[in-house]
């Protein structure tokens, strides 16, 4: 066993132990109430009222114009590309070429 396991059970053994002489005396009762206290507690957790639960949000009905947009991109079948017919974006910057020169020896044979 490694040094870890054996405090693991020291405390076990000392709380079953304390457990056993907190229950001879204050008698069963003693006992009941703090479970039904602790039972209590983790129902509450479990299940909160419904003041406390996260509330759904209500649905919001889409206005008829919203839906016409909705059936007009969905009723051709394919999505439609909301730019250009272009295959490439055209962005606003660009590599600039180097002075040296390059040579087949540096090219990388992966790409």
Same mark, same amino acid.
């Given at each position: 066993?490694? &040094?870890?396991?054996?405090?693991?059970?020291?405390?076990?053994?000392?709380?079953?132990?304390?457990?056993?002489?907190?229950? #001879?005396?204050?008698?069963?009762?003693?006992?009941? @109430?703090?479970?039904? @206290?602790?039972?209590?507690?983790?129902?509450?957790?479990?299940?909160?009222?419904?003041?406390?639960?996260?509330?759904? &949000?209500?649905?919001? &009905?889409?206005?008829?114009?919203?839906?016409?947009?909705?059936?007009?991109?969905? #009723?051709? #079948?394919?999505?439609?590309?909301? #730019?250009?017919?272009?295959?490439?974006?055209?962005?606003?910057?660009?590599?600039?070429?180097?002075?040296?020169? &390059?040579?087949?020896?540096?090219?990388?044979?992966?790409?």
């Amino acid at each position: 066993m490694n &040094k870890q396991a054996v405090i693991f059970w020291v405390i076990i053994v000392i709380a079953a132990f304390g457990l056993i002489t907190w229950v #001879g005396d204050r008698g069963i009762f003693g006992f009941i @109430v703090p479970i039904v @206290v602790l039972g209590g507690i983790f129902l509450l957790y479990k299940f909160p009222p419904g003041r406390w639960a996260r509330k759904a &949000k209500p649905k919001i &009905k889409p206005s008829a114009r919203t839906m016409a947009k909705v059936k007009a991109q969905s #009723g051709s #079948g394919a999505r439609k590309s909301s #730019g250009s017919s272009k295959k490439r974006k055209d962005y606003p910057f660009h590599v600039i070429q180097g002075n040296k020169g &390059k040579s087949d020896d540096d090219i990388p044979k992966f790409h």
